[in-house]
């Protein structure tokens, strides 16, 4: 029984691994795109000042990201996409996925 518990775990782990980094915990440090043309969505450092969240992801096409965010005022800030139904705004460039850990789209903006 211990053998297939730890079995298990490492097969968790290892699946783990393969998932898109998409909470805080698993962000990837924001980085400018690597390819030509391609703007990353993060917030300007003004925008950024009224995020309570401060964290980034790699979405399926290679570009970072802002993850979903708090603002401190409660208000859209610039540059996102949607606000998701716990209340986050996304900064999320396609509606594919958008919101997916945070209750779905609660409106798009």
């Known amino acids: 029984m211990a053998g297939m518990k730890a079995s ?5 782990v290892a699946t783990l691994s393969l998932c898109p ?6 962000a ?9 043309g391609v ?3 993060r917030p300007t450092s003004s925008t ?8 980034t992801y790699r979405n399926r096409y290679g570009v970072t990201v802002h993850s979903p965010a708090h603002t401190i005022s409660g208000a859209a800030p610039a540059g996102a996409s949607a606000q998701c139904r716990d209340g986050t705004y996304s900064f999320s460039q396609h509606r ?7 209750g779905g789209v609660g409106s798009w903006l």
């Open 48 to 55: 950024e000042s009224q995020l309570v969240e401060h964290t």
């Open 96 to 102: 594919s996925g958008t919101c997916s850990h945070h």
């Open 39 to 41: 703007v990353s969505s």
């Open 21 to 26: 980094a998409v909470h805080a915990k698993d």
């Open 8 to 12: 298990l775990a490492a097969l968790f």
């Open 28 to 36: 990837v440090p924001a980085s400018p795109s690597a390819s030509a």
